[in-house]
């Protein structure tokens, strides 16, 4: 199953804002999981959590497991809109698992702890996330890996089919030393209702070296 662990990757792919999910939450958590989890809604109040493997689709390779959990409450009259705010977290130990998707190999425990925010208001689109791990990494046999960052969304719906986006993603490595930061500008056309299109274009600012572009779309029929 897909934890639903932070905001960035509760969102199905069909109706995700952007091409790619935010690159810290790649870094640090899993799209999906073999376990089991309860969910459900007390008033304005949602809550998720689950005991999983914690090696994603593998096999658990040393009986231990890795518990997940978040909390949200939403707010429907503070403005012309809905404020949603959560806090989640997970640990656990997820020995010779790779952490996230794109992250480093884990020797051992990890521990992650997030907050977000988002909110529609009219016509306007914000939201806001922040993940930190502590990892037992493989490259650092002696100390554990701090990896830390955020994203933030803004974007306006042009007509009820259009809506123009834009995010910043920042990550760092406490250990490593390095800091790098990302902007993706996006438009999001949907022609019907199980036809849409997703536009991307992002600037890559690495910790050294020169700043990289590139684009990307994706074309999809949902049904």
Do not use: C
């Not at 909390?71 to 790779?98: F, K, M």
């Not at 406490?174 to 536009?199: A, C, P, Q, W, Y």
């Amino acid at each position: 199953m897909k934890p639903k662990q932070t905001l960035d990757y509760i969102p199905s792919p069909a109706d995700n804002n952007f091409v790619d999910r935010a690159t810290m939450t790649g870094l640090l958590v899993g799209s999906r999981e073999i376990g089991i989890s309860t969910t459900g809604d007390i008033g304005g109040f949602y809550y998720y959590t689950g005991l999983f493997n914690g090696s994603r689709l593998n096999t658990n390779n040393n009986n231990k497991f890795y518990g997940i959990g978040r909390i949200q409450y939403t707010v429907n009259n503070l403005i012309p809109g809905t404020v949603q705010l959560a806090l989640s977290g997970s640990h656990g130990d997820s020995e010779e698992t790779v952490s996230g998707s794109s992250g480093p190999l884990l020797r051992g425990k990890r521990t992650i702890i997030g907050s977000d925010i988002e909110v529609e208001w009219n016509r306007l689109y914000l939201a806001a996330e922040y993940l930190q791990g502590e990892l037992e990494t493989d490259d650092l046999p002696d100390e554990n890996e701090i990896i830390s960052g955020y994203y933030l969304t803004g974007g306006v719906r042009l007509s009820d089919k259009v809506i123009t986006l834009a995010r910043w993603h920042s990550w760092s490595y406490k250990e490593l030393g390095t800091t790098e930061n990302k902007l993706t500008l996006g438009t999001n056309i949907d022609f019907t209702d199980i036809v849409g299109l997703v536009l991307n274009i992002d600037a890559y600012m690495p910790n050294q070296g020169d700043t990289k572009f590139g684009a990307s779309f994706i074309l999809q029929v949902v049904f």
